[in-house]
């Protein structure tokens, strides 16, 4: 995901986010040295977490190279003693790999099929989607990630899809992932979604690290009343660790350390399913999305547990 024009947060709406009902107690930063905020995020961590979006990519790697699983099962044990769920973002070039050993490891699977506007490329997807499903690899089926986000297919296309794995696979949740607004914006798909399945960034609308928790709840209850009764999802959300700015929004160690805190700890104490991204820092995603792209893991590019040296 990225800055969008149109959506991003204002200060003149801060008192909304102060007045919020709140339920749970945001740590205040100025109260920890970096070694008590790090001992602290390592002990959140440690309680361990809902779901977490897999990084599949490591060093010179990027969509559309092949990946084995070998390396995908080296992850997945990096990740097993700290997560229930693990989401998926594709069913072709190896990706397909991360919801069998997932299931393997008796971790549950989001699995998602990657649209684009490659026609061709969509139908591998949506196939490799049902067969795993078919496999019991899947326990949500995410039909799509940010499609209309990014205007690659019509909303008609979209439904088609969603519909064609819902007939396919009847007995099992079939959603579509996507900014939180669009499902206020685009009642059709909201409507053939079994589970809204949203993504909530405070960093891409430029909040300041001040207001991200109470914003990023905002988003999710906007999710949550557009979906009108139906079981939603956090699929996406975190902040990063360094690569600059948006707005009021900064990158660095201690506004990501906090972010986790918060959001984990409101996770566990109101019973919200949350997928916390990501698992890994990936070079890759300087190009998409700036310097800023590559630093969202809870590990880094290395593998290595951030925060704690």
Request: proline share 4%; charged share 25%.
């Amino acid at each position: 995901m990225s800055f969008r024009e149109g959506h991003f947060f204002s200060l003149n709406e801060k008192e909304q986010y102060y007045a919020a009902d709140n339920n749970h107690q945001e740590i205040q930063l100025e109260a920890y040295s970096q070694e008590d905020l790090s001992k602290l995020w390592l002990k959140t961590l440690e309680k361990g977490m809902h779901g977490i979006c897999f990084s599949m990519y490591e060093k010179d790697q990027k969509p559309g190279d092949i990946i084995y699983g070998e390396q995908v099962n080296r992850r997945i044990q990096i990740l097993k003693p700290f997560t229930k769920w693990v989401r998926s973002f594709s069913c072709i070039e190896g990706n397909e790999h991360v919801p069998r050993i997932a299931h393997e490891n008796g971790m549950k699977t989001l699995v998602g099929a990657w649209l684009g506007n490659d026609l061709e490329l969509n139908e591998k997807e949506i196939e490799g989607l049902i067969t795993l499903a078919k496999e019991g690899c899947v326990d949500i089926a995410a039909v799509g990630n940010e499609v209309m986000y990014r205007n690659d297919l019509t909303e008609d296309q979209l439904l088609d899809y969603i519909k064609r794995v819902k007939e396919a696979i009847p007995h099992i949740p079939v959603g579509y992932v996507d900014a939180y607004y669009e499902f206020s914006h685009r009642p059709r798909i909201t409507e053939a979604c079994d589970v809204i399945l949203t993504n909530c960034y405070p960093y891409w609308e430029g909040c300041p690290i001040e207001y991200a928790f109470q914003h990023m709840k905002s988003m999710f209850e906007s999710a949550k009343q557009a979906g009108n009764g139906k079981r939603v999802i956090i699929t996406e959300t975190g902040w990063p660790s360094e690569g600059g700015s948006l707005k009021g929004a900064f990158a660095s160690p201690q506004n990501a350390m906090k972010y986790f805190i918060d959001a984990q700890n409101w996770s566990k104490e109101n019973g919200i399913e949350m997928f916390y991204f990501s698992s890994f820092d990936e070079a890759w995603k300087v190009g998409p999305e700036g310097a800023v792209g590559a630093y969202w893991g809870l590990w880094d590019k290395e593998e290595a547990l951030k925060y704690q040296k």
